[in-house]
């Protein structure tokens, strides 16, 4: 999957790509990484790539020409991809998005404005989907991208050491993820819960799946709230009131 970022920071999105998990999968030609520097696309001798707005206010407006340049020439490159906005004003990112996006595979071109945005008219031609990474404003449109292409880059098949790694992710089904421990087995007089040292597959499993609807309950209601119940999820629970019931007459 390609994944090209236009920019007036290209060093900030170049170091994203040769780090970590990120380099991994280019290293395994799984993903492409290219960053455009819209500057490189500007048409006067000063390089000028914003401009004051119209109607006056304060800050600059990214202009039109080396925008709608920066974004034909990744249009040359990767046809398919569509042209996402990075803007505070567009559909909130969540994981579904990215698992649909991940499933498209088509590519994707990130518009990353800064100032004060840019000209309306390169929104309304050139750009299919304006995305928000939440209710804050940023000064710029980069890390949104960054933020974007991480969540979409660990889905594709291959590009995490396990293909499990995903699977039980976070917000896979609106549940939150189960706890997880690692050595030493006591840290400190806390203990790793005794199932997990057992072997025992099946009891494991269980074991995370009522941790998994634990965390969701007491971190996100909001979410817990959102989807009906399994009947194994509604039995999981009885079982866990159950307990408290125990500590409550302890
Ligand atoms: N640019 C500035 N703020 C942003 C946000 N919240 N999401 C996406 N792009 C942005």
Known sequence: MDFTVLTLFPELISSFFEHGMMFR???KKLITGHCINIRDFSTDRHNTIDDRPYGGGSGMVMKQEPLKAAILAAKKRTPESPVV???PQGTRF???KAMTLALQNKGLIFVCGRYEGIDERITTTLVDEEISIG???MTGGELASMVIIDSIARLIPGVLGSPESSKSDSFTDDR??????TRPEDFEGLKVPEV??????GKINQWRKK???QHTFLKRPDLFKKTKLSAEEKKIIKQWC???EILVRE
């Open 25 to 27: 999968g280019i290293e």
């Open 196 to 201: 997990l040292l057992s072997g025992n597959h």
């Open 242 to 244: 159950q307990e408290l």
């Open 135 to 137: 209710d804050y404003v």
């Open 176 to 181: 939150l993820e189960y706890a997880q421990y």
């Open 85 to 87: 906005l990075m803007t």
């Open 211 to 213: 941790s998994s609807l």
């Open 94 to 96: 969540n994981q579904e």
